[in-house]
C-alpha cells in the first residue's frame, strides 16, 4: 500500500480548498485522519476509533458521520464498518494519486484505470480546475508565506483557521490581508478572530484595493483625531464691551 506524503498532501488539499466547498466538519474530519495517519508512520489505511475521532475533531457523532459520508462521496476517503473489538477502518485517498488517475487515466498500468474509477467514482476534479489551481499558485505561496509571518509573529494557525485563512487571501488579496496582520500585531492581537473582525469590517466596507484599506484606516484615524475637543476654561464673566477698557476687563478677570 502507498505510503501518504503528509506535507504534499496536505498543500494539496488546501489548494483543492479553493475550489471546493467543504464543511468544517469535512475539514475537520480529513486534518484529523490525515495527522493520524502520519503519526502512524505515514500509512493511509488503519483503524480509528470513533469516540476518539469526534474528541479530536469536536463533531458529535452524528455530525462526523455525516462528515464521513461527504468525504466518501467526494472519494477523499474509504470506510469500512468496525467489527466485534475492532476500530473502523479508514483509507486515505492520496489526492494526488487520485487527480492523476481522474484526469490521466492513459498514464496507468493496465487494470488500474478500471480499478481507480471504481474507486473514486465522485471526485469532480477536472481539467479546467485543475487549470485554475496551476494559474493560483502564485497566490497560493504568498498565502503560505503569510501564514508563516502569521506562527511567528501570534501563534500556530489550527487546520480549519489555516482554511480561512487562505480564503481571505482568495477574497481580499494578500496585500489586504498582510496589513491585517500589521494591524493585529501591532494592536497587540492575540487570536485569529481579531485579524478576521478587521477583514471583515474592510469587506463590509466594500474596500477592493490595498490603496482602499489604507485610505480607509488613514481616514478612521483622523476621524477619531477630530472628535478629541480641546478643553476649555469657563469663563465666568462676559468680554468687555465698548466702553470697557480692555485694561480694566483683565484686572477683573485676574482678581
Known amino acids: ?29 480529513w486534518h484529523t ?6 503519526r502512524l508512520g505515514q500509512k493511509r489505511v488503519f483503524n480509528m476509533p470513533t469516540a476518539t475521532l469526534t474528541k ?35 483509507d486515505m485517498i492520496p489526492l494526488t494519486e487520485a487527480v492523476e488517475l481522474y484526469v ?3 498514464a496507468t498500468q493496465k487494470g488500474t484505470e478500471k480499478e481507480s474509477r471504481k474507486l473514486t467514482p465522485e471526485l469532480t476534479i477536472h481539467k479546467e480546475k485543475i487549470k ?9 505561496r504568498e498565502a503560505y508565506q503569510l501564514m508563516n509571518m502569521y506562527d511567528e509573529n501570534i501563534g ?4 480549519l483557521t489555516e482554511a480561512e485563512f487562505i480564503k481571505w487571501v482568495h477574497r481580499m488579496g494578500a496585500e489586504a490581508v498582510q496589513e491585517a496582520l500589521l494591524i493585529t500585531v501591532k ?19 466594500g474596500l477592493k484595493t490595498i490603496q ?22 469657563k469663563r465666568t464673566k462676559e468680554a468687555p464691551n465698548k466702553e470697557q477698557s480692555l485694561e480694566d476687563w483683565l484686572k477683573e478677570e485676574l482678581t
Open 212 to 233: 482602499d484599506v489604507q485610505g480607509y484606516e488613514r481616514e478612521k484615524e483622523s476621524g477619531t483625531n477630530q472628535k478629541l475637543i480641546p478643553f476649555r476654561k
Open 104 to 106: 490521466y487515466p492513459g
Open 1 to 29: 500500500m502507498t505510503q501518504l506524503h503528509f506535507h504534499k498532501e496536505k498543500n494539496f488539499f488546501m489548494d483543492w480548498l479553493m475550489f471546493h466547498d467543504l464543511s468544517t466538519g469535512e475539514i475537520a474530519l
Open 56 to 90: 479530536l475533531t469536536g463533531l458529535s457523532k452524528q455530525g462526523l458521520m455525516k462528515a464521513r459520508k461527504r468525504l466518501m462521496e467526494r472519494g477523499l476517503i474509504r470506510y469500512k464498518k468496525g467489527s466485534y473489538g475492532k476500530a473502523p477502518v479508514y
Open 132 to 140: 485554475k489551481e496551476k494559474r493560483s499558485s502564485g497566490s497560493e
Open 33 to 38: 485522519l490525515m495527522n493520524t495517519g502520519n
Open 187 to 205: 494592536k497587540g492581537g492575540r487570536t485569529f478572530s481579531y485579524m478576521e473582525a478587521i477583514l471583515k469590517e474592510w469587506q463590509n466596507a
Open 156 to 159: 500556530k494557525l489550527t487546520p
